[in-house]
Structure formats: C-alpha cells, structure tokens
C-alpha cells in the first residue's frame, strides 16, 4: 500500500484526541532531534502519562500504524500529525479585539509554526489603529468588511470584551467566516455549521485556581 493511499484512512477524531495529538507531535520532534527513528507506543506513553492502548487508538487517526516490535516510524508519525492537525499549511486568520490579549497572540510568533497565520487585526480604539505587532497590523474595525471579501479568509479570533464578542462574532460570521476561535468569556450563539472553539482564560484561571486550593486542603 502506498503513503498516499495509507494516509486516505485518516478518520475524524473526538475532541480529547484532537487536544492530546499537539501533545504527541511536540514529543516526537523532540526525540527526532534525538536521533531516534523508531519509537513504540509503550514509550510514548511511558513519557507522556497515558496508556499504550490509548496511545494507539490516537495516533490511529492519522492512518499511521505501527509495527510488532518496531513501533511507528518517527519521521511518517510527525508528517501524518502534522497532515492530520493542519500544521503544514498556512490557515489565514483575522483577530478583532487589539487589547493586552489579542496584543500577546500577535507577538506569539509560534502560531506560524501551528499552520495559523494572522494576517491583520482589527480595533476600533484609535490609539492602537496603526500600530503593527509581531509583524501584524492593527486596521480599523470597518475595513473587516472589505477585506474578507478580498482575502476569503475562513478563520476569525476573538479577543473583544466580553459585552461585544456576541455582536463582532456575526460580524464575522457575515463576513464569510467559517471557524471563529472565541478568547472571551461570552457564550456566543452562532449558526450550527459554524465552528466555535472556546478558550476562556477566566474558565482556565478557575480551575487551575481551585484545584490548587483543593491540593492545599
């Protein structure tokens, strides 16, 4: 069988899959960097905390098996990853919302290496229009409108205050945007084809809060 027919076994993959393969990804360019060329599922696991036979239930959808007593190939495991998570090509994106937190993520270099590209932000405060951060520009808000149906971008980040995430999200969606990561607190309600990945930094404050206040007790 063919690479090219092996990786079109590629399956769709539940959300706790799809958050530990980053995880897998970074681990295994390590050990590339190692020298090593064979690994098994075992050791992954044995370094990451899970159980080999979860190990293999992950990495099998990415169409990539290993092999009895020589376990998956390093090199074909971080291109079926990277093939499978996105991280090979460029995705577009456009940020609203130039505050402290959309400023961070513009600086954060690493998301290039993830396949995430910002190509402008936007903001409606005039003291940061015009600013360029991280090699992004920061443009004023109504230019959203003419440049997605130049660039038919698919992917929008929200970085708004909370009292606007709901509004700007339409906006968005109105757009032509498919994919909308949503930084804020706000539970947006959008159309179900819409793809919305909530990644509230006062939820994950919370829970990291509380349960090193329960290890304390």
């Not at 007593?69 to 996105?86: K, M, P, Q, S, W």
């Not at 460029?90 to 919302?97: D, I």
């Not at 909308?180 to 006062?202: G, R």
Request: glycine content about 8%.
């Amino acid at each position: 069988m063919n690479e090219k027919r092996k990786y079109k076994t590629k399956s769709h993959a539940p959300e706790p899959t799809l958050k530990r393969l980053p995880g897998y990804l970074y681990f295994l360019e390590q050990v590339k960097e190692e020298g090593v060329l064979n690994i098994s599922a075992p050791t992954i696991g044995k370094e990451l905390d899970l159980d080999p036979t979860q190990v293999v239930k992950d990495l099998a959808v990415t169409g990539v098996k290993g092999k009895p007593r020589v376990g998956y190939n390093t090199y074909e495991l971080i291109h079926a990853l990277e093939d499978f998570l996105g991280f090979n090509k460029v995705n577009e994106a456009f940020l609203v919302g130039a505050g402290n937190l959309g400023s961070a993520l513009m600086a954060y270099q690493e998301h290039q290496s993830l396949g995430l590209k910002i190509l402008a932000a936007f903001d409606v405060d005039e003291a940061k229009i015009g600013q360029t951060i991280g090699g992004i520009h920061i443009l004023e808000y109504n230019k959203l409108f003419h440049l997605s149906g130049r660039l038919n971008v698919k992917i929008g980040i929200l970085t708004t205050p909370n009292h606007v995430a709901q509004e700007v999200a339409e906006d968005l969606v109105n757009c032509g945007i498919k994919a909308i990561w949503n930084f804020t607190s706000a539970k947006i309600n959008l159309p179900k084809e819409i793809i919305v990945q909530n990644t509230s930094m006062s939820s994950y404050a919370a829970v990291l809060l509380r349960r090193l206040n329960d290890a304390s007790l």
